[in-house]
Antibody, heavy 116, light 106 residues
Framework: EVQLVESGGGLVKPGGSLRLSCAAS????????MNWVRQAPGKGLEWVSS????????YYADSVKGRFTISRDNAKDSLFLQMSSLRAEDTAVYFC?????????WGQGTLVTVSS | DIQLTQSPSSLSASVGDRVTITCRAT??????LAWYQQKPGKAPKLLIY???NLQTGVPSRFGGSGSGTEFTLTITSLQPDDFATYSC????????FGQGTKVEVK
């Protein structure tokens, strides 16, 4: 059974940093591109970043470029999102998703709140 | 960037109703379109991919159609479990999501 479990969310002050993790199981992790997608309270879904199975090809939404860094550890079947220079508008639930072109499996999400 | 616009933003319907949601893209995305269902506090659930392909395990009352810039999600006979928010997603170039359509009880 495919499972994605996010962790690392919490309350952080504007300008602060946070590292999200996503533990994957039930599939061959290094053969899949993985994505982070976020959802601000009461809003729609927003793609944040993607990384291919090898970790070589990485893409970011303009809204987070230069502030967020996606990475993966294929030996530990884990996906990460390092977030820095956080802003109030980064407040959202962050989901990791498996990429089969579309998001066929999603984690339950982890809440990041940026507030003073 | 490819933008997606869903209509309506919300609708009220009764069990048994036929429901149609539209998703329009700002440029040709062929059939690189997916539909998701999301309930409050939960992750999105994939319903349709490739504009019209039903994901395994999704009831056949859900259907998708369209290509190019205009797409439709249809629920042929709304069931109590179907009251939720539905979002389209393009995957022709990166990912973009529509703003969502909330299906509420009439």
């Amino acid at each position: 059974e495919v499972q994605l479990v996010e962790s690392g969310g919490g309350l952080v002050k504007p300008g602060g940093s946070l590292r999200l993790s996503c533990a994957a199981s039930g599939f061959t992790f290094d053969t899949y591109t993985m994505n982070w997608v976020r959802q601000a309270p009461g809003k729609g879904l927003e793609w944040v970043s993607s990384i291919d199975g090898s970790g070589r090809y990485i893409y970011y939404a303009d809204s987070v470029k230069g502030r967020f860094t996606i990475s993966r550890d294929n030996a530990k079947d884990s996906l990460f999102l390092q977030m820095s220079s956080l802003r109030a508008e980064d407040t959202a639930v962050y989901f990791c998703t498996r990429d089969s072109n579309y998001g066929d499996y999603w984690g339950q999400g982890t809440l990041v709140t940026v507030s003073s | 960037d490819i933008q997606l616009t869903q209509s309506p933003s919300s609708l009220s319907a009764s069990v048994g109703d036929r429901v149609t949601i539209t998703c329009r893209a700002t440029q040709n995305i062929f059939t690189y379109l997916a539909w998701y269902q999301q309930k409050p506090g939960k992750a999105p659930k994939l319903l349709i991919y490739g504009a019209s392909n039903l994901q395994t395990g999704v009831p056949s009352r859900f259907g998708g159609s369209g290509s190019g810039t205009e797409f439709t999600l249809t629920i042929t006979s709304l069931q109590p479990d179907d009251f939720a928010t539905y979002s389209c997603q393009q995957y022709h170039r990166y990912w973009t999501f529509g703003q969502g359509t909330k299906v509420e009880v009439k």
